[in-house]
């Protein structure tokens, strides 16, 4: 029986689940105590006891591989598809077999953008809050979406699913992805080059993966080129976006309001300004967290670090 840790939050949400399937692949799986990420240093700790590794959002770094090596670890998967957290690189050196879940939850991921979407919109969480907190019966002036520009960035998975949502709202959608050619049969799509036509947008959606191409591609001076009054949702990393800029962005109204369900820091700092933004949503980096989208990915984690280690006894 190969011991597995376990970091990833959507999993150890649903981690009693998992037990009995994981032992029939010849796996006991441990849960980490963590709500969104452990240390580097926690994981230097308790890593070189473990035969494997499901990494949520961790510091999967040379030093945490360097270390787990030392002890048990021959093996990791990466669950669900984000994977700058992880130090690929490292794992070859090392020789650690590792790959990550993609396509699992897409369409989770683009239902949260289009709550986001729709909230800010209609301001339905501001409603909610008067109500509940000051007994009041607000009735704030929305804005409709039909007929309005909306820009994605990342036309994968997620930002396709997100289109095919989008595809009933009469709407114009700007794509930005230079990995994926074409508008993938959507007349209302258009092609791009960001930072290409942010003038015209109404919203933008972040749906795309973070590399060291594209970190903080939201800085002071793109946000600039948006229209006043544009909405933001980022439902991908949140180091794209320069956080100390939208808020600066936010403070003086260019940018009317902004969905994130992830953030530069996590979980969102006590002392962080957006907090005094009520016009803001805030999610907790949770977009994946559906139970279908988590057996899926969690069922695909388990067949392929099992995998791992069937190949290894092979190879002995």
């Known amino acids: 029986m190969k011991k597995v840790l376990v970091t990833c939050p959507p999993m150890l949400g649903l981690f009693n689940e998992f037990i009995e399937p994981a032992k029939q692949l ?3 799986l441990v849960a980490a105590n963590t709500t969104q990420v452990m240390t580097e240093q926690e994981l230097i700790e308790l890593l070189p006891s473990y035969d494997g590794w499901i990494i949520g959002d961790d510091p999967a ?12 670890l021959t093996a990791a998967v990466k669950w669900g598809i984000g994977v700058d957290n992880v130090d690929f690189d490292a794992c070859r050196e090392l020789n650690i077999p590792i790959i990550n879940t993609p396509n699992m939850f897409g369409g989770e991921v683009a239902d949260v ?38 820009g994605v960035v990342g036309f994968g998975d997620i ?87 939208l808020i600066a962005c936010l403070q003086a109204g260019h940018v009317a309001a ?8 996590e979980p969102l700092p006590k002392t962080s300004p957006l907090r005094t933004m009520p016009q803001c949503i ?10 279908d989208g988590v057996r899926r990915a ?19």
């Open 61 to 72: 770094t040379k030093k945490v591989f360097e270390a787990a090596v030392q002890g048990k």
């Open 113 to 150: 953008a289009m709550s986001l979407l729709l909230g800010l919109t209609r301001q339905t969480h501001l409603i909610d809050r008067e109500i509940r907190n000051n007994f009041a019966w607000p009735k704030p002036a929305g804005m409709s979406i039909e007929g309005r520009t909306i």
């Open 159 to 245: 930002g396709s699913s997100l289109v095919k949502r989008l595809s009933g709202f009469n709407v114009r959608v700007i794509a930005y992805d230079p990995g994926v050619e074409g508008n993938k049969g959507y007349s209302f799509v258009e092609r791009a080059s960001f930072p290409e036509l942010l003038g015209e947008l109404d919203a933008l959606i972040l749906t795309c993966a973070l590399n060291k191409h594209n970190f903080h591609m939201l800085d002071a001076e793109v946000l600039a080129q948006l229209k006043p009054g544009v909405l933001i949702v980022n439902v991908a990393r949140g180091p794209l976006i320069d956080e100390n800029a």
């Open 282 to 291: 805030f999610g907790s980096h949770n977009g994946s967290n559906a139970i």
């Open 258 to 265: 902004a969905g994130l369900d992830v953030f530069e820091i």
């Open 26 to 28: 010849g796996l006991e």
């Open 298 to 316: 969690t069922y695909k984690a388990l067949e392929e670090i099992s995998g791992f280690f069937k190949e290894q006894c092979n190879d002995d």
